[in-house]
């Protein structure tokens, strides 16, 4: 916050009120009258704030009058009306002929009707020395993250994250910050994190309702990311990059044993399935889930155009799942 001194200006109680007249006398039904909140910040202690009812032509030099009086301030000593405008990080010190209720008249309509601090548009009286010099008041300065809420509050910032999709976007990278962004996430149900492409799944241990033929169609075609991160959306990015490319490609799940990895493996053959039938075939995929095992013996390949392998190493059990050239699925191979 700045304070631009060339432009200070006194005001003296003892002058009396000024062209514009205080508050007092204007009538609060006239639609020319405005509420003005003004705050000390003043050597002494004080928290309180004045509000004044003034006309549109009322002068800063009346303005500080009425409000010293009405705070009841030493009427020998020297004071100031600045516009305080922390969006910008500005005080503006008014000369005595400004016109406040002009300034307002440019704020925020919101702040125009009420301009509490926390709004960050409001007036301030401040005393001033007899050389018009001004008395700084040192206020304990906001730290960086009371400054980014105050910002967050006003609008200017987005409110502040408590959980990241994506770990790459947390602001401080590290093992605490992660875990704590994982657990935060676990316990708003969000069992799935990014870390960039890959996917980060923690086993919920319970059904979650998210496998549902709504959320395969909901991921499909999605760019990754775009979307709160699901095990559909890596299943929808081979599918669409084998069709676009016309690459095989291959997921790889790792994780402890219990982690979740046959689970995921079925979750991925699931969308997979509804993706390549273009609908929801739970018929068609539970054959292929049952066939799995009877396959891998068989050690049975087909003819296809596309594959989807999804592998987990270091054991190196998989399954391939091949598409036709119609991108339907044709076949599936434990191997
Ligand atoms: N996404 C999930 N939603 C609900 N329950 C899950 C999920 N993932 C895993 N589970 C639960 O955790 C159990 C263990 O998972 P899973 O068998 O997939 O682990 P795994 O990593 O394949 O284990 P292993 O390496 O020993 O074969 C499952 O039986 C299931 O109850």
Redesign the pocket.
Known sequence: MSVRDGAATMATITSGGGGGGGGKAANPQDGRSYLLQIYPRLATESSACCYLRVQKDATAASVICDAAAALGLDPSRLYVLAEVKECGGEEWILESGDLPVQRLLLWPRRAQEEHPQSLGFYFLLQESNRDGTIQYVHLPALTTEQQAQRLAARGFLPPPQDDFADLCNLPALNEDSILENLRTRFHKKK?YTYAGSILI?I??????PI?NPKYVKMYENHQLGKLEPH?FAIADVAYYAMLRKRVNQCIV?S?????????????LIHCLTALSQKGYASGVERTILGAGPVLENCGWRSRHKGWIGVA?PPSEEGTEIAFQPQSCLSCQKGC
């Not at 994780?255 to 979750?267: A, I, P």
């Open positions: 069992i799944a086993n919920p241990f319970k059904f979650l496998y095990i799940i994780g402890e044993s219990g982690s979740g990895k046959t689970q995921s493996t079925n979750f987990r």
